[in-house]
Each structure stands twice: as C-alpha cells, then as structure tokens.
C-alpha cells in the first residue's frame, strides 16, 4: 500500500500540466503557505532563502527569493522576498519510472557525466525536473521550478555582478583532512552561492591522499555533489567534479565558474610513482 501510495502521489505531482504540488506553487505561493502544508521546516536546514521539510512519505527541500533583482541575492527572480521559487520532493520510497507513463517527448534527457546511472528528465515549458536511476529504473526526486510563460521575470545575467570575480573562475574553499560535518559547512556556503549566481557552474576539484586506493578521489567528489543535489537542490546539471590527481593528503576545492570563463586547472602535487595503496576512506 505504501508503494501504491508512493507512485499516486508522484503521478500527481509530475504531470505536465501543471508545475503545482499539494497546492505550493513556484512565483505565486510564500513560506507561509508552505508551511501551513509541511510545518516548520527540519531545525538544521532553516534559511533566509531555503529550508527542509519532512513528511511521512518524503523530504522536500524548497528554496524561496530573498527580494527582486535589484537585491542581492535573488536567487534569480524577480519577486518578493519569501515567494516560493523551487520545489524538490524526493520520496523516501522510490517509485518505478514506468508506473509514472510520462509522455517522453515532452521531456529533455540528460545523463549526467559524473554519475553515469542517472538522467534528468526536464520539461522546460511546465518547470518540471526529474532525476532517475536508470539502473535501478526509479525515481530520486522532482523539482518544480517557474514555467516558461514566466521567464519574463527571471532576473537578467548582469544582476549576478560577476564584476566581482573579476570574470575569472572563483575559489569558493579549499580544504583538506577535515570531518564531513566541517565539509558540510562549506558545501552549504557554497549551495548558497551557488543560488546567488544561477547561471554559474559549480566546479568540484577531488585530490587524492597519497595512501589512497583507486577511485577514492571519485568517490569524495561524488559524496559532495550528492550533499549539493539532494540536501540544497542544486541542479545536478550546474556541478562539475574533476580528479585532479594526488597530493599529500587528500583535499577539495570548490569554484564557482560565470558563463563563458575558462575552468579552473587543478594542481596536484605529488608523483604518481610515489602513491601507496592503503587509506581509511572518511565517511559520513
């Protein structure tokens, strides 16, 4: 029953005639109204601009304006500040993909390049994103976003103030030997910079220890842009991870790359010939 429950309310919620869910709506519906629906928000993921939520069936992250374009940041949109600018739902149990009967050819497909096993389904003109793991044929989560008849109140590139950066690629952190929870503080910095730029890439720089095995530095890269993807609803689209080879010890370096500007190279700095083959991989 739990199942069937699942998929009902997935079918309900990806239909392409509407980007609603249980009545929030992105551009036209507040915090407020999110939650007299949810409740208020997990305590750890409260924000100015998004917060959490969680229900008996599913986790729902929603990200919401902070002001109108001329206020920095908007997230991208011109609106008041608390309107509901995205959705993501991700359902604790994974409905199959073929039970939702979506009518492909309205949807763009993507595979990411990094995880292999997923795609991305988006339904540009209805706002509609969804996530899918093709080799277990389920659905991770779906993102309503602004639809295009309202592109016309999307902020335009110039209010991201790239000026800043000097239009170069910007190093957001670098950090190294740290615990997840202290990784997860600057990942969070950088979810919101992220949302600050829209039209920025996020780039992900993974060095391996020297004692690492192969793949671990896949692996840390991977683990970050899962947290970014599903904690913050960044667009998996948006992050670039790169294994930018061995260093002493293993290390992350987070930019933040404006449209058109050259990525950033990474910098390894040990030999090859010097890596060992034994590493307690950290875990969260």
């Known amino acids: 029953m739990i199942i069937l429950n699942s998929v009902f309310l997935v079918l309900t919620i990806v239909a392409p005639q509407a980007n609603a869910w249980h009545g929030i709506v992105p551009l036209h519906s507040t915090r407020a109204d999110v939650e007299k629906i949810l409740g208020p928000p997990r305590p750890e993921s409260k924000g100015i601009d998004a917060s959490t939520y969680q229900t008996e069936s599913e986790k729902v992250f929603v990200l919401y304006s902070t002001g109108a374009c001329d206020v920095k940041p908007s997230n991208g949109w011109n609106t008041t500040r608390g309107t509901v600018i995205e959705i993501s739902v991700e359902p604790k149990v994974r409905p199959k993909l073929a039970d939702l009967k979506l009518d492909e050819s309205k949807y763009e497909k993507t595979r990411d390049p990094e995880l292999p096993d997923y795609m991305y389904y988006t339904d540009r003109e209805n706002g509609i994103h969804v996530s899918v793991n093709t080799a277990e044929g389920v659905v991770i989560s779906t993102s309503y976003g602004p639809t295009a008849k309202e592109n016309y109140l999307r902020c335009p590139t110039p209010t991201e103030n790239y000026?800043?950066?000097?239009?170069?690629?910007?190093?957001?952190?670098?950090?190294?030997?740290?615990?997840?929870?202290?990784?997860?503080?600057?990942?969070?910095?950088?979810?919101?910079?992220?949302?600050?730029?829209?039209?920025?890439?996020?780039?992900?720089?993974?060095?391996?220890?020297?004692?690492?095995?192969?793949?671990d530095a896949r692996k840390l890269a991977n683990r970050s842009k899962n947290y970014l993807v599903r904690m913050w609803g960044i667009n998996s689209a948006r992050l670039i991870t790169l294994d930018g080879g061995p260093r002493e010890a293993w290390a992350i370096e987070l930019f933040l790359v404006p449209p058109g500007v050259t990525s950033p190279a990474p910098s390894p700095a040990v030999p090859t010939n010097e890596l060992r083959c034994v590493y307690p991989s950290d875990s969260p």
Do not use: D, M
Not at 194 to 208: E, K, M, N, T
């Open 163 to 215: 000026q800043t950066f000097g239009f170069i690629a910007h190093k957001f952190a670098e950090y190294s030997n740290i615990s997840w929870s202290g990784q997860r503080k600057h990942l969070k910095g950088f979810a919101r910079l992220l949302r600050r730029f829209p039209s920025a890439q996020g780039h992900i720089i993974v060095y391996a220890g020297k004692s690492a095995p192969s793949g």
